[in-house]
C-alpha cells in the first residue's frame, strides 16, 4: 500500500497535518493547522461551535477538499501525488484506496438502512477489501461482538437505540481495520442515558492501542481517555498539551473562557 | 342499427380482432420499459455528474425529448433513420422511439430518487473506502430504489397507453387494428370503446400496484 516512505519504523507520525487551509467561499474555516499524531496516540480537539473541528477531520479523509496544504498518513499524501514538482488529485479509485485506512464515525451514525447491522458491518469488507460474504461476516459479528450487540446482528437500524445505532457505526468501521479512527462527536446526538455505552467502547478501543481523534464536548471523557487535548478556534488550533494542562490549567484566556462556558451549561 | 344491436351482431369479431393487437402493444411497451428503464439510468447518472462536460449532453437530451412531441420523435426514427442507412421495422422504431422519450422522463425518476437519498450515506459508504460508483450500486441505488418504484409504476401505465399513437409508424397494435374494424365496419363509437375498455383491464390493477408501493414506502421493514 504505502510503499515510499513506509514510516513504520521511522517513529514518523501516522498522521502529519500540515499548514491545512479551507475556504467556503470567503469564509476561511481553518486557516492553517498543523498537527502530527503518533502511531497509538490519542488526541481530543474541542473548541467552540463553528471553530472548524469538524472540518478539519472531514479534510482527513478528503470528504472536504483542502483548498491549501497537505494530509499525509504513514507518510503517504492523502488524496493527491506529487507528479515532478506538481500536486494532482487522485482518481476515485486511488482515493478509495486510501480512504480503507481512515475509520470515520459520524455525528449521526449515518448507518444504511436497507441493510442489517450485520449487512452495516460486512458490505465494505465484502465489497472493498473483496472477503468472502463467510469470511466478512465471521469478522463482523467479532466486531458487533466487540461493540456488545452480538445479539443483534440481524436487527435493522431503525429498530436499534441510537447508542446501538452507534455502536453498529463503529463496529463497522472496526471491520475495515482502519489504521486510524475520527470520531465527530460521536454522543452529542445522542439522549443523555445513551452517551455512557458508546463513551465505553471508545475508551475499549483506546484501551487496545488504536490511534484515535476524537472531536468532542464531553470533556471528562476526553481528559480521562487522551494523551493530548487540542483546543481549536476561529480555524486555528490555540492550544494544545496533556489534559491536566489544557483543561487543569490552560494557558490562554480563550481556552480557559470556552471551559467555563462549557461548566456552566 | 342502433349501438346494442351492432355489438350484438359483431361484437365476437371486434373483441377477438382487437386483442389480436394486444401482443404488439405489450411487446412495444414492455420494450421500450427496459430500453426507458437502462437508458434513463445513464441518463441520470450523467445529470448528477460533477463533470459539466457530461451532465450539459444529457440536459440537451431531457430537454429536447421533453420538449417535442412523442409523434415527431417517431417519424424522425421510422423515417429519417433510412437516411443515415438503418431502416428500423416498424416495432423496432416503436420501441426506439418511446424508449428514448420514457428515458427522458425516467431519468427524472431516478434523479429524484438518488437525491432523495441523505447525503451521509454517500459519505459513509466513500468513508469506508467504497469509490463513488459502487456506493451508488451498492448503498444509493437500493435505498432510492423504494422511492422510485411507486413514480416508475405510473411511468408504466402513461407508456402503456402511449403505445396508442404507435401505429402510426405501421405497427399493428391494438389501435392499429381498431381503426382498421372502423374503415371496415363503418362503425366507430363501439369499437373504439371496447378498445379503451381493454387498455382500462390492464391499466386499473397496474395503478393499483402502485397505490399499494405508495403506501408500502413509508417504513423500511
Ligand atoms: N459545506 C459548507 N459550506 C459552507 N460553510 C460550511 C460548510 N461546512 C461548514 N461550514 C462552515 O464552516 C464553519 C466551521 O464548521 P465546522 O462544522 O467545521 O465547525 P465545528 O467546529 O465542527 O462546529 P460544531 O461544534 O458546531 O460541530 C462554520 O461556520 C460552518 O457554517
Ligand atoms: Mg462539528
Known amino acids: ?265 | 342499427m342502433s349501438f346494442f344491436e351492432i355489438l350484438e351482431k359483431n361484437g365476437w369479431y371486434f373483441f377477438t380482432t382487437l386483442l389480436s393487437g394486444w401482443p404488439a402493444t405489450l411487446m412495444v411497451a414492455a420494450g421500450a420499459l427496459v430500453f426507458a428503464l437502462v437508458f434513463g439510468l445513464i441518463i441520470a447518472l450523467m445529470r448528477i455528474s460533477t463533470w459539466k462536460l457530461v451532465r450539459w449532453p444529457s440536459t440537451a437530451y431531457v430537454e429536447f425529448f421533453r420538449g417535442t412531441p412523442a409523434l415527431v420523435q417517431l417519424f424522425v426514427i421510422y423515417f429519417g433513420f433510412p437516411d443515415w442507412g438503418y431502416q428500423p421495422t416498424p416495432i423496432q422504431a416503436a420501441v426506439i422511439g418511446l424508449g428514448m422519450n420514457g428515458a427522458a422522463y425516467i431519468s427524472e425518476i431516478y434523479r429524484a430518487g438518488i437525491e432523495s437519498i441523505h447525503r451521509g450515506q454517500t459519505e459513509a459508504a466513500l468513508s469506508l473506502g467504497m469509490t463513488p460508483a459502487s456506493a451508488m450500486q451498492h448503498i444509493i441505488l437500493p435505498q432510492a430504489i423504494r422511492t422510485m418504484l411507486p413514480p416508475m409504476t405510473n411511468f408504466a401505465i402513461v407508456l402503456l397507453k402511449d403505445t396508442a399513437i404507435v401505429f402510426a409508424v405501421g405497427v399493428l397494435e391494438v389501435m392499429a387494428l381498431a381503426r382498421q374494424l372502423v374503415t371496415e365496419t363503418l362503425t366507430s363509437a363501439p369499437i373504439y370503446l371496447m378498445a379503451g375498455a381493454m387498455y382500462l383491464c390492464v391499466t386499473i390493477p397496474m395503478a393499483r400496484i402502485a397505490a399499494r408501493l405508495e403506501r408500502q414506502r413509508q417504513a423500511w421493514h
Do not use: W
Open chain 1, 1 to 265: 500500500m504505502s510503499k515510499a516512505g513506509s514510516g513504520a519504523a521511522a517513529g514518523q507520525p501516522l498522521l502529519k497535518i500540515q499548514d491545512l487551509h479551507k475556504r467556503f467561499g470567503l469564509l476561511e474555516v481553518l486557516q492553517g493547522v498543523d498537527l502530527d499524531v503518533a502511531r497509538g496516540e490519542k488526541v481530543s480537539i474541542i473548541g467552540p461551535s463553528g471553530s472548524g473541528k469538524t472540518t478539519l477531520l472531514r479534510c482527513i479523509n478528503y470528504l472536504e477538499k483542502p483548498s491549501a496544504g497537505h494530509i499525509y498518513i504513514d507518510g503517504t499524501l492523502i488524496g493527491e501525488k506529487k507528479v515532478g514538482d506538481r500536486y494532482v488529485h487522485l482518481t476515485d479509485r486511488e482515493l478509495a484506496r486510501e480512504r480503507q485506512e481512515i475509520g470515520f464515525v459520524f455525528q449521526r451514525f449515518n448507518l444504511f438502512p436497507h441493510l442489517t447491522a450485520l449487512g452495516n458491518v460486512t458490505v465494505a469488507p465484502i465489497r472493498v477489501l473483496g472477503l468472502s460474504r463467510e469470511v466478512a461476516e465471521l469478522r463482523g459479528r467479532e466486531m458487533l461482538q466487540k461493540v456488545g450487540l452480538g445479539h443483534k446482528a440481524d436487527e435493522y437500524p431503525e429498530r436499534l437505540s441510537g447508542g446501538q445505532q452507534q455502536r453498529v457505526a463503529i463496529a463497522r468501521v472496526l471491520a475495515m481495520q482502519p489504521k486510524l479512527m475520527l470520531f465527530d462527536e460521536a454522543t452529542s446526538a445522542l439522549d443523555p442515558e445513551l452517551i455512557g455505552e458508546v463513551l465505553r467502547v471508545m475508551r475499549q478501543l483506546a484501551d487496545e492501542g488504536a490511534t484515535m481523534v476524537i472531536v468532542t464536548h464531553e470533556i471528562q471523557f476526553a481528559g480521562d481517555v487522551s494523551d493530548r487535548v487540542i483546543f481549536m478556534d476561529q480555524g486555528r488550533i490555540v492550544e494544545q498539551g496533556p489534559p491536566r494542562d489544557v483543561l487543569g490549567r490552560p494557558s490562554e484566556a480563550r481556552t480557559r473562557e470556552f471551559l467555563k462556558h462549557i461548566q456552566d451549561r
